[in-house]
T-cell receptor, first 110, second 115 residues
Framework: QKEVEQDPGPLSVPEGAIVSLNCTYSNSAFQYFMWYRQYSRKGPELLMYTYSSGNKEDGRFTAQVDKSSKYISLFIRDSQPSDSATYLC??????????FGDGTTLTVKP | EPEVTQTPSHQVTQMGQEVILRCVPISNHLYFYWYRQILGQKVEFLVSFYNNEISEKSEIFDDQFSVERPDGSNFTLKIRSTKLEDSAMYFCASNGQGLPDQPQHFGDGTRLSIL
Protein backbone atom coordinates (compact mmCIF):
# COMPACT_ATOMS: atom_id res chain seq x y z
CA GLN A 1 0.00 0.00 0.00
CA LYS A 2 1.33 3.45 -0.91
CA GLU A 3 1.83 5.85 1.97
CA VAL A 4 -0.03 8.56 0.06
CA GLU A 5 -2.74 7.85 -2.51
CA GLN A 6 -3.91 10.46 -4.98
CA ASP A 7 -6.10 9.95 -8.01
CA PRO A 8 -4.02 11.11 -11.00
CA GLY A 9 -7.10 12.07 -13.01
CA PRO A 10 -7.08 13.74 -15.45
CA LEU A 11 -9.85 16.01 -14.22
CA SER A 12 -11.56 18.42 -16.62
CA VAL A 13 -14.06 21.04 -15.46
CA PRO A 14 -15.73 24.13 -16.98
CA GLU A 15 -14.61 27.57 -15.89
CA GLY A 16 -16.35 28.67 -12.70
CA ALA A 17 -16.81 25.14 -11.35
CA ILE A 18 -15.87 24.06 -7.84
CA VAL A 19 -12.97 21.61 -7.95
CA SER A 20 -12.39 18.99 -5.29
CA LEU A 21 -9.02 17.25 -5.04
CA ASN A 22 -8.31 14.55 -2.50
CA CYS A 23 -5.61 12.39 -0.98
CA THR A 24 -5.64 9.55 1.49
CA TYR A 25 -2.71 8.35 3.54
CA SER A 26 -1.77 5.44 5.74
CA ASN A 27 0.91 6.86 8.07
CA SER A 28 -0.76 8.22 11.20
CA ALA A 29 2.46 10.05 12.14
CA PHE A 30 1.89 12.66 9.42
CA GLN A 31 1.14 16.05 11.01
CA TYR A 32 1.91 18.54 8.24
CA PHE A 33 -0.18 18.56 5.08
CA MET A 34 0.63 20.55 1.97
CA TRP A 35 -0.86 21.22 -1.41
CA TYR A 36 1.45 22.25 -4.22
CA ARG A 37 0.66 23.33 -7.75
CA GLN A 38 3.04 22.29 -10.50
CA TYR A 39 3.11 23.62 -14.03
CA SER A 40 4.89 21.68 -16.76
CA ARG A 41 8.68 21.62 -16.27
CA LYS A 42 8.45 23.84 -13.18
CA GLY A 43 8.97 23.21 -9.49
CA PRO A 44 6.14 22.59 -7.00
CA GLU A 45 4.62 25.89 -5.87
CA LEU A 46 3.20 25.90 -2.36
CA LEU A 47 -0.54 26.64 -2.25
CA MET A 48 -1.75 25.59 1.17
CA TYR A 49 -0.13 24.35 4.35
CA THR A 50 -2.00 22.88 7.31
CA TYR A 51 -0.71 21.59 10.60
CA SER A 52 -2.76 18.78 12.18
CA SER A 53 -6.51 18.69 11.54
CA GLY A 54 -8.92 21.39 10.49
CA ASN A 55 -9.70 23.75 7.66
CA LYS A 56 -7.72 26.57 6.14
CA GLU A 57 -8.93 29.09 3.60
CA ASP A 58 -6.93 31.38 1.32
CA GLY A 59 -8.87 33.24 -1.32
CA ARG A 60 -10.49 30.71 -3.65
CA PHE A 61 -8.64 27.79 -2.04
CA THR A 62 -9.75 25.77 0.99
CA ALA A 63 -7.74 22.92 2.48
CA GLN A 64 -9.31 20.38 4.80
CA VAL A 65 -7.60 17.73 6.91
CA ASP A 66 -9.43 14.88 8.60
CA LYS A 67 -6.82 12.93 10.54
CA SER A 68 -9.38 10.47 11.90
CA SER A 69 -10.12 9.35 8.34
CA LYS A 70 -6.59 9.99 7.05
CA TYR A 71 -8.08 12.11 4.29
CA ILE A 72 -7.20 15.56 3.00
CA SER A 73 -8.91 17.75 0.45
CA LEU A 74 -8.31 20.89 -1.56
CA PHE A 75 -11.25 22.85 -2.89
CA ILE A 76 -10.94 25.47 -5.58
CA ARG A 77 -13.90 27.81 -5.97
CA ASP A 78 -14.70 29.73 -9.16
CA SER A 79 -12.03 27.80 -11.06
CA GLN A 80 -10.16 29.65 -13.81
CA PRO A 81 -8.27 28.40 -16.88
CA SER A 82 -5.09 29.60 -15.16
CA ASP A 83 -5.74 26.98 -12.46
CA SER A 84 -4.98 24.29 -15.05
CA ALA A 85 -1.96 22.45 -13.63
CA THR A 86 -0.98 19.35 -11.71
CA TYR A 87 -1.88 19.47 -8.02
CA LEU A 88 0.32 17.57 -5.60
CA CYS A 89 -0.53 16.66 -2.05
CA UNK A 90 2.41 16.18 0.29
CA UNK A 91 2.73 15.17 3.92
CA UNK A 92 5.35 15.19 6.60
CA UNK A 93 5.82 14.04 10.19
CA UNK A 94 7.90 16.99 11.27
CA UNK A 95 8.02 19.61 8.47
CA UNK A 96 11.10 17.76 7.20
CA UNK A 97 11.08 15.04 4.56
CA UNK A 98 7.85 15.23 2.57
CA UNK A 99 6.02 12.31 0.99
CA PHE A 100 4.13 13.22 -2.16
CA GLY A 101 1.09 11.83 -3.92
CA ASP A 102 1.17 11.08 -7.62
CA GLY A 103 -0.47 14.41 -8.50
CA THR A 104 -3.84 15.17 -10.13
CA THR A 105 -3.84 16.86 -13.53
CA LEU A 106 -6.57 19.51 -13.72
CA THR A 107 -7.82 21.26 -16.84
CA VAL A 108 -10.26 24.16 -16.52
CA LYS A 109 -11.96 24.83 -19.83
CA PRO A 110 -13.07 28.40 -20.75
CA GLU B 1 9.29 37.17 -2.37
CA PRO B 2 12.51 35.22 -1.72
CA GLU B 3 12.90 32.06 -3.77
CA VAL B 4 15.06 28.99 -4.18
CA THR B 5 17.20 29.19 -7.30
CA GLN B 6 18.74 26.24 -9.12
CA THR B 7 21.39 26.02 -11.83
CA PRO B 8 21.68 24.86 -14.50
CA SER B 9 18.08 24.53 -15.68
CA HIS B 10 19.10 21.69 -18.00
CA GLN B 11 22.18 19.48 -17.81
CA VAL B 12 23.10 16.90 -20.43
CA THR B 13 25.80 14.42 -19.40
CA GLN B 14 27.30 11.23 -20.73
CA MET B 15 26.68 8.09 -18.69
CA GLY B 16 29.48 7.50 -16.22
CA GLN B 17 30.36 11.17 -15.87
CA GLU B 18 30.13 13.18 -12.68
CA VAL B 19 27.55 15.92 -12.42
CA ILE B 20 27.02 18.68 -9.85
CA LEU B 21 23.66 20.35 -9.44
CA ARG B 22 23.60 23.69 -7.68
CA CYS B 23 21.03 25.38 -5.47
CA VAL B 24 20.83 28.65 -3.59
CA PRO B 25 18.26 28.17 -0.81
CA ILE B 26 16.27 31.02 0.73
CA SER B 27 18.77 32.97 2.80
CA ASN B 28 17.41 32.57 6.34
CA HIS B 29 16.45 28.92 5.94
CA LEU B 30 18.27 26.23 7.87
CA TYR B 31 17.01 22.96 6.40
CA PHE B 32 17.82 21.92 2.84
CA TYR B 33 16.51 19.10 0.71
CA TRP B 34 16.89 17.40 -2.63
CA TYR B 35 14.03 15.64 -4.36
CA ARG B 36 13.80 14.09 -7.78
CA GLN B 37 10.94 13.51 -10.20
CA ILE B 38 11.32 11.01 -13.00
CA LEU B 39 9.19 12.00 -16.01
CA GLY B 40 5.57 11.08 -15.40
CA GLN B 41 6.20 9.94 -11.84
CA LYS B 42 5.79 11.46 -8.42
CA VAL B 43 8.22 13.68 -6.54
CA GLU B 44 10.54 11.53 -4.41
CA PHE B 45 12.64 12.53 -1.41
CA LEU B 46 16.38 12.04 -1.72
CA VAL B 47 18.08 13.71 1.23
CA SER B 48 17.74 16.36 3.93
CA PHE B 49 20.61 18.42 5.31
CA TYR B 50 20.90 20.46 8.49
CA ASN B 51 23.80 21.93 10.42
CA ASN B 52 26.30 20.75 7.81
CA GLU B 53 25.31 17.14 7.89
CA ILE B 54 22.78 14.76 6.39
CA SER B 55 19.79 14.40 8.70
CA GLU B 56 17.88 11.85 6.63
CA LYS B 57 18.29 10.07 3.30
CA SER B 58 16.21 7.70 1.20
CA GLU B 59 17.28 4.37 -0.26
CA ILE B 60 17.67 6.13 -3.61
CA PHE B 61 20.50 8.22 -2.13
CA ASP B 62 23.25 5.62 -2.40
CA ASP B 63 27.04 5.99 -2.43
CA GLN B 64 26.95 7.61 -5.87
CA PHE B 65 25.24 10.66 -4.38
CA SER B 66 26.66 13.31 -2.08
CA VAL B 67 25.60 16.71 -0.86
CA GLU B 68 27.59 19.67 0.30
CA ARG B 69 27.15 23.21 1.52
CA PRO B 70 30.49 24.63 0.35
CA ASP B 71 29.79 28.18 1.55
CA GLY B 72 27.07 30.18 3.26
CA SER B 73 24.75 30.30 0.29
CA ASN B 74 25.12 27.28 -2.01
CA PHE B 75 23.87 23.72 -1.58
CA THR B 76 25.01 21.11 -4.08
CA LEU B 77 24.08 17.60 -5.13
CA LYS B 78 26.81 15.53 -6.76
CA ILE B 79 26.25 12.32 -8.66
CA ARG B 80 29.62 10.64 -9.01
CA SER B 81 29.06 8.24 -11.90
CA THR B 82 25.78 8.87 -13.63
CA LYS B 83 23.49 6.12 -14.90
CA LEU B 84 20.72 6.30 -17.50
CA GLU B 85 18.15 5.91 -14.72
CA ASP B 86 19.41 9.12 -13.06
CA SER B 87 17.65 11.08 -15.80
CA ALA B 88 15.02 13.15 -13.98
CA MET B 89 14.11 16.58 -12.69
CA TYR B 90 16.01 17.37 -9.51
CA PHE B 91 14.42 19.84 -7.13
CA CYS B 92 16.07 21.65 -4.26
CA ALA B 93 13.90 22.84 -1.35
CA SER B 94 14.47 24.68 1.89
CA ASN B 95 12.61 25.72 5.02
CA GLY B 96 13.23 27.31 8.37
CA GLN B 97 12.89 25.79 11.80
CA GLY B 98 10.43 22.91 11.94
CA LEU B 99 7.51 25.09 12.99
CA PRO B 100 3.95 24.82 11.69
CA ASP B 101 4.39 28.02 9.68
CA GLN B 102 7.57 27.02 7.86
CA PRO B 103 6.70 24.91 4.82
CA GLN B 104 9.25 23.82 2.23
CA HIS B 105 9.74 26.03 -0.78
CA PHE B 106 11.00 24.50 -4.01
CA GLY B 107 13.18 25.71 -6.84
CA ASP B 108 12.21 25.20 -10.47
CA GLY B 109 14.57 22.27 -10.78
CA THR B 110 17.40 21.03 -12.96
CA ARG B 111 16.44 18.69 -15.75
CA LEU B 112 19.21 16.07 -15.90
CA SER B 113 19.49 14.07 -19.11
CA ILE B 114 21.93 11.15 -19.17
CA LEU B 115 22.98 9.94 -22.61
Amino acid sequence: QKEVEQDPGPLSVPEGAIVSLNCTYSNSAFQYFMWYRQYSRKGPELLMYTYSSGNKEDGRFTAQVDKSSKYISLFIRDSQPSDSATYLCAMSKDAGKSTFGDGTTLTVKP
Amino acid sequence: EPEVTQTPSHQVTQMGQEVILRCVPISNHLYFYWYRQILGQKVEFLVSFYNNEISEKSEIFDDQFSVERPDGSNFTLKIRSTKLEDSAMYFCASNGQGLPDQPQHFGDGTRLSIL
